[in-house]
């Protein structure tokens, strides 16, 4: 199979109204992902992606992201083993953004800290705004320090 | 009430298994917000949020943006009426990222080019990879030129 590869950006009607994908990525060269799980709904996580992340994503139907952290393309579940299988993409209507639905190999979990969510905590609002946060899962899925090993943490102070 | 002050960041620890929200914005300031209907689970866009848009929306329970094609805070609905209410804000775990999930008012639409949600079309995938993207919704919830007349359309090329 040939390399995907990209056309240009030529009018907000192509991008808006077209059959195209024209994918644009940001002055750091990604575009952000949301990734939910396809029979649920629930936001898995919020991931990046460089043009070769993209393509390897839509061609191989497997999410594929790029590390901020490490400043390396990822296939995610290389060493977790929780693959994310892509059920539906969908791009948004100025061709900046991308939203999978997936179904997760092994335990279904997608979060590092080793819930099932990376959005495992939820945020007071209104009148109890400013209170802790609320959170919203059980137990981990998984124990981080057996599944990652000495793999560095990819959360930035 | 006073206004909400986020607190800084002092440890991983603090910022994934903590109660306490220390929210991360980009070297643009600005923060990818995930908002999805409440009750269907459907993502209806990816906006950007910079602190005031964080924290107004948090006092209000009604969804703030920042714009970057206008550089500018942005209550959503303020012209088309689409307000956001928030039913839960989820916070992810390294704190750079939101998932609000929201009830739309009126039509229920959330995307600018007329369709309920900013991801209208699907991306083909594996052996389709590069075919024609695929439109998921009907007609149009409204007309765009009706509603927002002379405001300059967002997406840029």
New interface residues.
Partial sequence: ?GK?EFAS????EQ???????VP?FGPDGLM?C?T?DAS????L??GWMNTEALRLT????EAHYFSRARQVLWRKGATSGLVQN?V???????QD???LRVEVAGSGAS???G?RS?????????AK??Q??VY?EGDKTFDPGEVYGDVP?????
Same sequence: chains 1, 2.
């Fill in positions: 199979m995907l950006r030529t009018s907000v991008i808006e109204e077209g059959y195209e994908l644009k952000p949301i939910s649920t709904g629930e936001v996580m919020l839509i061609e191989t139907g892509i539906e993409a969908r791009i948004d209507d100025d953004a991308i939203w979060c590092h800290v819930y990376c959005f495992y905590r939820a945020v007071p609002l209104g705004a400013g802790p946060l919203l943490n990819p959360t930035q102070i």
